[in-house]
């Protein structure tokens, strides 16, 4: 992969690690040599078990949780008379069955809305968003009428018409008052860059030794917090602009409680341990560094783009919008998998080192691929990640949780 291919602004004479090189500590190496995430940050493609379409079991625990909230929201939700199509957007929406599962609930659940007090139902539009290099391909080819699950099975007719918007949610995706519902399923805590104080290793929020910001320094969670308010304020504004007057706005989000200061992203001690931002996470990247492969400043430039807000944050976004209505906001927490698999892990720690490494290619390696800029140093990270994951029993006795907010508005 070339400099090129990964932003515009890079500087052509950096150094790049080819698949057979060898890169040592005498390496000046720069990261992306911008924080704006547009041409780097997606899900993991495909249907491999790297993949995020084979590793999204926490997104969907998170979904099903909050699906009581959805279904509430639009049993309240405005009904629009006389409209020729309704018009659904899921923004953030990934390669997996979450979002075709969601969009199919809000389309049936509207319908029958329409159904039970007597008004003529209207054609549905669902518009499936998410940054462009997202792998677009492998969600429209789940679309069951266009790809049976059998032989014998028949094509479903779906009950809306799809397309795909590529583009940032930070941004204006759609006309201007197009909307009837958009949805943000577990997205929204993704950042739309790496703050620039974050990146530069003269300021004192360069994070030295981590790849976030759980415990970090003052200056460190500052400048993530600051960036994520500037994101919430901006997916607000550009929805205010993109909806109708009663249109609903659904959005799950990963967060933090509301006892847990900033530099705290995680809570408990043992989601703090197990998370795969972070411990895990750490040693992997300082195995490189000891085994000569990359240098210090290679390390301390990766930073995992991702804030969890908490309530207070979530609601000074909308105060300062003003253009929506909050009608619930909820904080939940949610286990990262069953009793019965940590069981099953405990007996095969290299079972469960395979299967988190898994979870972080899924979400983290288009990333990583983009920082280290080769797929070969990248191999050998999440070799030494799923080592570290293994080897830990004590870790595999802890249960993580990860906390969820669940928030549904009126557009005023």
Same mark, same amino acid.
């Given at each position: 992969? %070339?400099?090129?291919?990964? %932003?515009?602004?890079? *500087? ?88 075709? $599962?969601?969009? %199919? ?98 300021? !004192? ?8 910001? %759980? ?12 960036? $994520?308010?500037? *994101? ?26 509301? $006892?847990? !200061? ?57 105060? !300062? ?92």
């Amino acid at each position: 992969m %070339d400099c090129s291919s990964l %932003d515009s602004n890079c *500087d052509p004479s950096i150094s790049i690690c080819r698949a057979n090189d060898k890169c040592t500590k005498s390496l000046n190496y720069q990261s992306s040599c911008t924080g704006d995430l547009r041409g780097t940050l997606c899900m993991q493609g495909g249907d491999g078990d790297g993949s995020y379409a084979r590793n999204c079991e926490a997104p969907a625990s998170a979904i099903a949780l909050s699906k009581p909230s959805l279904l509430k929201a639009i049993s309240c939700m405005n009904l629009f008379r006389g409209e020729a199509s309704l018009r659904i957007a899921d923004l953030g929406c990934g390669t997996g069955f979450n979002s075709l $599962s969601t969009i %199919d609930l809000v389309v049936e659940s509207i319908k029958k809305r329409y159904a039970r007090e007597s008004i003529s139902v209207p054609e549905f539009e669902a518009f499936f968003s998410d940054l462009p290099l997202n792998d677009f391909n492998t969600l429209f080819r789940s679309l069951p009428h266009l790809c049976p699950r059998g032989n014998d099975e028949k094509p479903r007719k779906l009950s809306y018409y799809a397309a795909g918007v590529p583009g940032s949610f930070y941004e204006r995706l759609f006309p201007r008052g197009k909307l009837h519902v958009a949805i943000s399923l577990s997205a929204l805590h993704w950042m739309s860059r790496i703050p620039e104080a974050v990146l530069d290793k003269n300021s !004192h929020a360069w994070n030295q030794g981590r790849a976030w910001i %759980d415990g970090a320094r003052n200056e460190v969670v500052e400048a993530y917090a600051k960036q $994520s308010e500037e *994101d919430l304020k901006a997916f607000l504004r550009c929805r205010a602009e993109e909806m109708v007057s009663g249109g609903l706005l659904f959005i799950l989000m990963a967060g933090r409680s509301d $006892s847990e !200061h900033p530099e705290n992203q995680l809570g408990d001690p043992d989601t703090k341990a197990k998370h795969p931002f972070t411990n895990v996470m750490d040693q992997a990247w300082n195995d490189l560094v000891k085994e000569n492969l990359i240098d210090e400043e290679t390390r301390d430039a990766f930073n995992i783009p991702a804030y969890m807000r908490s309530r207070e944050e979530i609601r000074r976004a909308f105060n !300062h919008s003003k253009a929506f209505e909050i009608k619930s906001l909820k904080f939940r927490k949610v286990m990262e998998h069953s009793k019965e698999k940590q069981k099953k892990w405990i007996k095969d720690p290299i079972s469960y080192g395979k299967t988190k490494a898994n979870l972080v290619r899924a979400t983290l390696r288009p990333i990583i691929d983009a920082h280290l800029r080769s797929s070969h140093l990248s191999q050998e990270f999440f070799k030494r990640f799923e080592k570290r994951a293994a080897e830990d029993i004590n870790l595999l006795q802890k249960t993580c949780y990860y906390g969820i907010f669940v928030v549904s508005a009126i557009r005023k």
